[in-house]
Every structure is written in structure tokens, then in C-alpha cells.
């Protein structure tokens, strides 16, 4: 299509984009008055056909009631009056008309011959006597004859019935005629005053509308603020949803809430990234950028020294950005992948794999006995960062045990170890990113992450991490979660033990969690 051919097309969606309402309130209450102006005018002309037609058979019923009269007092031969016998047909059209009395737009007429003789005193909109036409139609029929004529006033509803009179030669004709418009004036007059209490049900209802659908619309410009509010710097705005009725648009309101919780967390969790990976990163730049400033080349030793503590230092810096990588996927639905687990069996190869982080006295605790759904490489991950933890934070020949056991609906994974223990200030901060303890230990060359990732993977499986340490007493890493039954399988090896070499004490269980915290000081036994 060419542009000349799309230029048209563009001018009017343009020109309807100028007229069309903008303002959803707008749009609302016009849609409101013309749904109210629809059914005002059905209504009204609903109304008005019903009133029509129930004055045209009212017309209808009294022509012919009027005809009954006639017919009753032609046949009689009779003067109601007088109670002598009529004479002649022209006294028979007389004392008719005289005797009945004529409605308010209603007309007698007798006709002699085809000649008009006699009419009702009733004052008419137009002489139907002097209407030649009228006179030609009604005049010389010769049976009972209904029909409407078109007068110079309207409609004329008529019906005309011929008069003999034995003895007489003379044909007359009885006519009773109503004037139809001027008698379908009250309903007019009825349609009328509908028209004008529609309008003012119109300028109502758009009032009524503009008040409600400003209600009802409140929350939609709640959310349209909020979401103006929210800046690069800002994401706390909420939109309140309290004291609302519990309607579509309260659920709007909430799931627009917990989007903006989300994303303040998803922005939250970036920024926070951001700022611990530029804070423990610039330190081993500095430390490279240091040796290397002050570097001799023409040292052969000073260089062998200088490349192996840049090597040192990018491999930590390779490590901590794999560790805050790690950290940042957790945050991923896809994160842990469950599948049916042996316990025992994890236990114990996990068992197998920590006895090689350092020379010391390692000890296999209780086991659990059960299949379970859990992801067993994060879970053999998340063991092995807190057993490398304690081989960090003790000696040579110290112990360290690890363990798992059921407790109720939960499973608990633990790694015990016998060194200087965590100070209480410094237990809230430990599973924090880059943080350390603050107690006497030896300091390791890791970045801090290694707990933030264990308590990662435990939240990634439902579950968390408990801590128990006094000073001076070593300190336990329970991970606590939830033990979901896994379908059942084929039946495999029940029991991996460890080497015969190993020390494996079963009576090495953990305490009983109370309210969610250890109640005991430690699975090792006596420090």
C-alpha cells in the first residue's frame, strides 16, 4: 500500500482519536445517558402507542354505541318525546341527533337525500357539514358504513348508518363522526410530559454516574499515582486497599501491590548484588594494582611473587563472583530441582566427600532412614559449605560431626563442630552476604558468602537454617526442611556406612527443636 493510499485512513483515526472521550469516567457516563436516553425512549414510545390505540377503541366502542342507539329508536318508529309515530324520515334524523348528547369531539350529522339537513350543537375544529367531500362519502350510503376521512382538522373516524321509514320515499343516512387528533391530544400531552421527565431523569442519572463511577474508578487512579510515584530511587508506593469493599477492583489493587513487591524485591536484590560485588571486588584490585605498581621487573623473585599473588587474587575474585552468581540465581523458581532422595545414602556419601577438607576428628552421627523430595546436589552443596566452615573455625584433631534424623514432618541436617563457638551479637549477621564473625578465630580467605548460600538453598527447599553456639563451645548448623515423602521406588542398598576407619555413633542425634530453635547445646556430646 502506498503512502498516498495510507493517508486517508491515518487523517480519520486521527480525527477520531481527537473526538473520541479520553477520561474513562467520560466514557462511562456517556455510555450510562445513552443507555438511559434508549430506554426513556422506548418507554415513552411504548407508552404513547398504548394510549393511542386505547382512545381508538374507545372511539370505536362509542361509534358503535352510538349506532345501537340509533338503530333502537328507528326501529321503534317511536318520538321518545312525544311517543307519537314519526312522521318522516327527516323528524326521525331530528329527534336523533337532539336526543343524543354528543362527547366533547364527537359529531352528529343527518343527511336527507344526500343533502346535509341537521348536526349536534357541539362546537367542531371544522364544519363537516359545509365539507362538500364529506357530504359526497357519507351521505347516500345504503348500509351501515365505518371509515376515516381526512379533514382539514385531522383524522375523522365516522360511521354512517342509513334511515328508511315505511310510507316515506326519502333515504336518510345518520352519521356519528369523531374528530380523532384532537381526541388523541391527552395522550399527546401524555408523551410530552414523559419527554420532559426523561430529561430530567438524563441530567439525574448523569449526575448519579458521575458520582459513582468517580467511586468506582478511584482505585484505577490510585494505582495510575502510584505508579507515577514510583521512581528509580523510590519503589516503597503502595496503593491502600484497606477499608475497601472486596470487589474486582480490590484484587486489582492487591495483585498490582504484590507486583510492585516484586519488582521492589527483584530491584532490591540486583542493587544489592551490585553493591556487594563492587565492595569485595575493589579489594583485590587494589592489592593487584598495589604489587603491580611497585612490581621490579628486573627482580626475577619479586615477579615469581607478584604473578602468584595476582593468580591468588583473581581466583578469589573468580570464586566470589561464581558465589554471588549462585546467590542471584536462587532467587529462580528453577533453583532447586527435587527428585526422590535416600537420605542414608546422601548422609553418607556427603559424609564421604567432607572427611577430605582437613585433618580432622570426623564423626558420622545419627542417620535418617527415609526417601524424601529434595534436591540433592544443593543439599550435598549446602553440607559441605558448612562442614568447609567448620574446618575454617577449628584446629587439627578437633571434631566435627554431621548428621541427619527426622523430626516430626521435618528432616534435620547438621554439622557440629568443637571450635571457639559465635559470639550472640554476631548470630544474626553471620548468614548475611560478606559478612564475618567478630570473634578470635582464625580468618579465612573466602568473601563471606558461604552461609548466605547455605541459607539460600535451605529457602530455596521451603526450609531454613538454625543456630546454636555459645563461646568457647563450637557451634551447630542445623538446615531444617521440609520432609516430603518421595513415591515409592525399587528397592535399593538401605544403608551406606562409612569406612571401617570412620568413627559412626548413632547416639550423636540431634536435640529436639523447640519453637523452632535448638533447645541443646550441640550434637557432639560434652565439649
Keep these: 500500500m502506498s503512502a ?19 477520561a474513562a469516567r467520560t466514557r462511562i457516563i456517556g455510555w450510562v445517558l445513552l443507555l438511559v436516553l434508549l430506554a426513556l425512549a422506548l418507554v415513552d414510545l411504548v407508552t404513547w402507542r398504548l394510549l393511542i390505540r386505547a382512545t381508538d377503541e374507545r372511539m370505536d366502542l362509542a361509534l358503535e354505541a352510538e349506532v345501537v342507539e340509533f338503530s333502537q329508536i328507528v326501529a321503534s318508529g ?3 318525546e312525544t311517543g307519537a309515530p314519526f312522521d318522516s324520515v327527516a323528524e326521525v334524523l331530528e329527534t336523533v341527533i337532539q336526543y343524543n348528547l354528543a362527547r366533547p369531539n364527537e359529531k352528529f350529522l343527518g343527511y336527507v337525500d344526500g343533502a346535509y339537513r341537521f348536526q349536534s350543537r357541539i362546537e367542531a375544529p371544522v364544519l363537516l357539514s359545509e365539507d362538500a367531500t364529506f357530504t359526497e362519502l357519507v351521505g347516500s350510503v345504503t348500509e351501515t358504513t365505518a371509515g376515516r376521512y381526512d379533514s382539514g382538522a385531522g383524522e375523522v373516524r365516522y360511521l354512517a348508518v ?13 352519521v356519528v363522526a369523531y374528530f380523532a387528533d384532537q381526541e388523541r391530544q391527552a395522550a399527546d400531552d401524555t408523551a410530552r410530559l414523559m419527554l420532559g421527565v426523561g430529561a430530567l431523569t438524563v441530567l439525574l442519572a448523569a449526575a448519579g454516574a458521575w458520582v459513582v463511577a468517580g467511586r468506582v474508578l478511584a482505585p484505577v487512579r490510585a494505582v495510575a499515582a502510584t505508579a507515577q510515584g514510583i521512581t528509580e530511587t523510590d519503589l516503597s508506593g503502595r496503593i491502600p486497599v484497606e477499608g475497601r469493599p472486596a470487589d474486582e477492583l480490590a484484587d486489582l489493587a492487591v495483585a498490582v501491590n504484590g507486583m510492585l513487591d516484586r519488582v521492589e524485591s527483584g530491584v532490591a536484590a540486583q542493587r544489592r548484588f551490585l553493591d556487594d560485588a563492587g565492595h569485595e571486588l575493589r579489594t583485590p584490585i587494589t592489592i593487584v594494582r598495589g604489587h603491580l605498581e ?14 602468584a599473588l595476582v593468580d591468588d587474587e583473581l581466583e578469589r575474585m573468580n570464586r566470589m563472583v561464581s ?3 549462585l546467590l542471584a540465581r536462587a532467587e529462580q523458581p528453577e533453583f532447586v530441582r527435587t527428585q526422590p532422595v535416600d537420605v542414608a545414602e546422601v548422609t553418607a556419601d556427603i559424609f564421604g566427600k567432607v572427611r577430605r577438607l582437613g585433618d580432622r576428628d570426623w564423626q558420622l552421627g545419627a542417620v535418617a532412614r527415609a526417601d524424601l523430595l529434595l534436591d540433592p546436589q544443593r543439599l550435598t552443596q549446602a553440607v559441605i559449605a558448612l562442614a568447609d566452615n567448620a574446618v575454617h573455625h577449628t584446629g587439627p584433631g578437633d571434631r566435627i560431626v554431621l548428621g541427619s534424623r527426622l523430626s516430626g514432618d521435618r528432616l534435620l541436617v547438621w554439622v557440629d563442630d568443637t571450635g571457639p563457638g559465635i559470639p550472640v551479637a554476631d548470630q544474626e549477621r553471620v548468614f548475611e552476604r560478606f559478612a564475618r564473625g567478630s570473634s578470635g578465630a582464625r580468618r579465612s580467605d573466602g568473601a563471606g558468602l558461604g552461609l548466605a548460600i547455605v541459607q539460600a538453598i535451605a529457602a530455596a527447599h521451603g526450609g531454613s537454617v538454625e543456630l546454636h553456639s555459645r563461646p568457647g563451645e563450637g557451634a551447630t548448623f542445623t ?14 542398598p538401605a544403608d551406606l556406612l562409612p569406612d571401617a576407619d570412620d568413627t559412626v555413633d548413632d547416639s ?13 547445646p550441640t550434637e557432639g556430646g560434652r565439649r
Excluded at 538446615?479 to 535399593?492: E, K, M, N, T, Y
Aim: charged share 25%; net charge negative; hydrophobic share 40%.
Design 4 to 22: 498516498d493510499q495510507r493517508a486517508p485512513t491515518g487523517w480519520r483515526d486521527r480525527l477520531r482519536g481527537r473526538w473520541a472521550p479520553r
Design 162 to 174: 342509513p334511515v328508511a321509514l315505511e310510507g316515506d320515499p326519502a333515504r336518510g343516512v345518520a
Design 508 to 520: 550423636l542425634s540431634t536435640p529436639p527443636l523447640v519453637g523452632g530453635a535448638c533447645s541443646a
Design 78 to 80: 317511536i318520538d321518545p
Design 323 to 325: 558465589d554471588l552468581l
Design 479 to 492: 538446615l531444617v526442611l521440609p520432609a516430603r515423602p518421595a513415591p515409592p521406588r525399587d528397592a535399593g
Design 294 to 307: 611497585v612490581l621490579d621487573p628486573a627482580d626475577p623473585e619479586d615477579v615469581r611473587q607478584t604473578v
